[in-house]
């Protein structure tokens, strides 16, 4: 193939559009193998567009998202582990556990200093059973510390092994990959 | 009675069931690259074949280790990747190509009878309600 190529800084953008389009999709690849299809991606579609021009190479190249599907089965006999959803479930889940013992802890604050702007004394909270420790408030004159009210090692390991489900995690392990690939490929 | 005088369009579960042998049979005859091997595929009439398809599909026969690829310096840019069978590939393509024609001389007498309009009356009486 002795094509030359006169691409225009526009078709080079919209090269690498396509380009980092299928990179984003990939994100779950490992970076070694990612840039590898970047690079040959490039080099395919600037062979396509000397020959036809790059509309109708991005044409011919049909829906990224469908070949990063493709890749993706390739790789790991499915869509693949995704770090970015297992990241994104562990902060909504301690996040959310960590705005609900804060919403008990300032209800029964407000509850005791309402019932007494004055209060002094020691009180006992009980926690939520194999959620959240017991708390202990000190009140003095109204004032108040508090004590305890943590998350028990049981959630951590629930919010752990949910993130290892949302995000697919042992996709990752190679001896699970391989038995996928083979169960694809009969 | 239909004849089969339409024009061919690929289906793309067939095509994607036989495009590994057609990508390891190009191979075996020449060493190409991804792009190269898209235009050899139109050349022979399957034009409708998306470059989407092939590229992946060729990652998964290196995947399998029946390509194997190797850098060369173009001319008119970066390096190309150029693919060739391995010898896996050689006795997957020998396997798949025994296969296929086995499956096609099964399959060819019953598809190639001319298409009645309608079919034909069942061998067993038929008693209606």
């Known amino acids: 193939m002795t094509e030359t190529l006169i691409l225009t800084w526009k078709d080079r953008m919209r090269i690498e559009r396509a380009v980092w389009t299928l990179d984003s999709y990939l994100r779950n690849l490992p970076r070694k193998s990612r840039i590898a299809k970047r690079r040959e991606l490039r080099v395919n579609l600037r062979a396509a567009s000397a020959d036809v021009g790059v509309n109708e190479a991005l044409r011919r190249l049909g829906n990224i998202r469908t070949m990063a599907a493709e890749y993706l089965v390739t790789e790991y006999g499915g869509p693949g582990p995704s770090w970015i959803v297992t990241t994104y479930f562990l902060f909504a889940a301690f996040y959310f556990m960590i705005w609900f013992e804060n919403a008990r802890i300032d209800a029964f604050k407000a509850g005791a200093i309402a019932a007494n702007p004055h209060l002094t004394g020691t009180f006992h909270f009980t926690g939520v059973a194999y959620v959240f420790t017991n708390d202990v408030f000190i009140f003095t004159n109204g004032k108040v510390s508090e004590v305890g009210g943590t998350l028990l090692p049981l959630v951590y390991l629930c919010i752990f092994a949910l993130a290892v489900l949302v995000g697919r995690l042992w996709r990752a392990i190679p001896a699970v990959r391989q038995r996928s690939l083979g169960a694809i490929n009969g | ?129």
């Open chain 2, 1 to 129: 009675m239909y004849f089969l005088n339409v024009t061919p369009t690929h289906d793309p579960q067939l095509l994607k069931g036989v495009l590994s042998l057609l990508l390891l049979q190009m191979l075996a005859q020449r060493e190409s690259y991804g792009y190269e091997l898209v235009q050899r595929l139109h050349e022979i009439g399957l034009s409708d074949i998306s470059d989407g398809t092939v590229y992946p599909a060729l990652g998964r026969l290196e995947r399998e280790s029946r390509v194997s690829a190797r850098l060369v310096s173009s001319h008119s840019g970066p390096a190309r990747k150029y693919y060739r069978p391995t010898a896996a590939g050689y006795a997957a393509l020998a396997e798949g190509v025994t296969g296929w024609l086995a499956f096609v001389e099964v399959t060819n007498p019953v598809l190639l009878h001319p298409i009645p309009t309608q079919p034909g009356p069942p061998n067993e009486e038929v008693f209606d309600d």
